[in-house]
Structure formats: structure tokens, C-alpha cells
């Protein structure tokens, strides 16, 4: 028995793309598999790690707990449409790289949407306001010090640009 498919449009990094897709497929494998857009990482497949975190409008989300269907009426960025319109890295972006906050990198998409979307709203963060801020993210290689730092870095870019 084959599995009945549903044609949806997403709208992901300005782009829009119609695809064909089994009602169950959930938005992660959507971006990854059908799309190419492999930076959005799948670490637990339960919303708990925040590798797979994407915007929606702007908002961060788990892309592994929702279904690619119910993705249509949303504008989805993924790390991928992070950088700047001239192809140079975001201030969050920069701010990782200069402050090590890449480590083994799997965690690292979804810590810059989540990032892009907190300085959004807190553009000026404390240290202790800028760890709430990644308080949903985990990294396995656990240097949340450096990311920490990135995220004030970034604040500062940012104010500067």
C-alpha cells in the first residue's frame, strides 16, 4: 500500500519551493532530504537537544516536531539564510567564529538561529540573560562558555553594524 502524497509550498530563506511530500513527513527531513538544506542537524527527534531549530516568522522552532505540512503558511529560515544579504557572515555567525564557539559543530545550527532570534528581542543581553537565552540548546562537546561569550560578542556586532 502505498502512502497517499500531498503537494505543499514552503517558503524557506526567501525561496519558495512546492513539493510532494507523505503527510507524516516532518519538516526536518523536508529541509534535508527534499530540499538540500542539510545544515538544520536531527540530534534527538524529540524537540529536547534544539539541533534541528529553525525560525518561523522570525520565532525559533523545533523542526523535528513538526510536520512539513503544516509548515506552509510560515516563512522558514534555516541556518542556511542566516547570512547577510552580500553573502558575509552574521553578527552571530562572526560572533561564533571569532569566540570558538564551534566545537564539533553538530549543535551549532541550531544555537545561531536560536541566537539570531534571542538578540532580536534582547539585543543587548547580561552573561546571565544571554545563557537563558541558550538555556534550550544542548552541546555534547559542553562549551557553553564560549558560546556564552559568542552571544555577547554578537550583541556587539551587531550594535555596531
Do not use: K
Not at 525561496?15 to 538544506?37: E, I, Q, T, Y
Not at 557572515?89 to 571569532?98: C, D, G, I, N
Not at 553538530?106 to 539585543?123: N, S, W, Y
Not at 541558550?134 to 556587539?156: D, H, K, S
Amino acid at each position: 500500500m502505498s502512502e497517499t502524497l500531498h503537494d505543499i509550498r514552503l517558503t524557506v530563506n526567501d525561496v519558495v519551493h512546492d513539493l510532494r511530500v507523505p503527510a507524516r513527513r516532518l519538516l526536518s527531513d523536508a529541509l534535508r532530504h527534499d530540499l538540500g538544506l542539510t545544515g538544520t542537524h536531527v540530534g534527538c527527534e524529540h524537540g529536547v537537544c534544539g539541533a534541528c531549530t529553525i525560525l518561523l516568522d522570525g520565532e525559533p522552532a523545533r523542526a523535528c516536531l513538526m510536520l512539513a505540512v503544516a509548515a506552509q503558511s510560515w516563512a522558514i529560515t534555516t541556518v542556511e539564510g542566516l547570512t547577510e544579504p552580500d553573502g558575509s557572515l552574521s553578527p552571530v555567525q562572526q560572533a561564533f567564529a571569532e569566540c570558538h564557539g564551534l566545537q564539533c559543530g553538530f549543535c551549532t545550527p541550531g544555537f545561531l538561529t536560536t541566537i539570531t532570534a534571542g538578540l532580536r528581542r534582547d539585543p543587548c543581553p547580561t552573561r546571565e540573560r544571554a545563557r537563558d537565552m541558550i538555556g534550550g540548546n544542548l552541546c555534547r562537546c559542553t562549551g557553553y562558555q564560549n558560546i556564552v561569550t559568542a552571544v555577547e560578542r554578537a550583541a556587539e556586532i551587531g550594535a555596531a553594524r
